[in-house]
């Protein structure tokens, strides 16, 4: 398990994290997270639950 940060740092800014501003990642998720494509911002878990269920969904039907 890996710790990510929900908030960017350069978002946030200087302060004292929080566990709630934190999550537990696999390393996979971890690295999804903060793999981005011209356009694209940092991802959060959240959206990157949304991107793989509808990657699920595309390739099941």
């Known amino acids: ?13 200087v302060r004292e994290t929080r566990l709630e501003d934190l999550v537990c990642l696999c390393a996979n998720c971890h690295r999804m997270c903060h793999r981005t494509r011209p356009g694209e911002s940092w991802r959060t878990p959240a959206t990157l639950r949304e991107l793989m269920r509808k990657h699920a969904e595309a390739t099941n039907h």
């Open 1 to 13: 398990m890996e710790v990510h940060h929900v908030t960017p740092l350069y978002v946030a800014g």
